[in-house]
């Protein structure tokens, strides 16, 4: 795949014909999408550019969110979720990816952490 090869990078991710990309980032990152993503190139398109993420730097981990494997984005000074990523996979494709850096929306998921 060279540079700027999106039907490369189309080719290589294992999307759904019909993937959809739904990002909430209340507002904090700029670039985010305003709306949902429909289809692998739009999606494509999307994760090829550089991450639109809020300010780090942040240290990763692989979880388990509302029963479906995510990213999980921590602050490295306090350790809360700032970013999930979770992935909803079926018959081995991604047929939605569901972001959000929405502190209120990650409220639960680190109150149920600091149990």
Do not use: Q
């Not at 189309?10 to 980032?25: I, N, P, Q, R, W």
């Not at 904090?28 to 991450?51: K, M, N």
């Not at 984005?73 to 494709?93: H, N, P, S, W, Y």
């Amino acid at each position: 795949m060279g540079s700027g090869d999106l039907r490369g990078l189309v080719d290589l991710l294992a999307f759904a014909e019909d993937v959809v990309l739904d990002a909430d980032s209340g507002g904090r990152c700029p670039g985010a999408v305003l709306a949902p993503l429909r289809g692998r190139e739009a999606v494509a398109g999307f994760v090829a550019v550089p991450p639109r993420l809020p300010a780090g730097p942040f240290d990763a981990a692989i979880g388990d969110v509302n029963g479906e494997p995510a990213l999980l984005l921590r602050g490295r000074t306090d350790t809360a979720i700032r970013v999930v990523i979770a992935l909803e996979i079926d018959g081995g494709v991604a047929r939605a990816i569901r972001a959000t850096a929405t502190p209120d929306k990650l409220r639960w998921l680190n109150a149920s952490r600091d149990r």
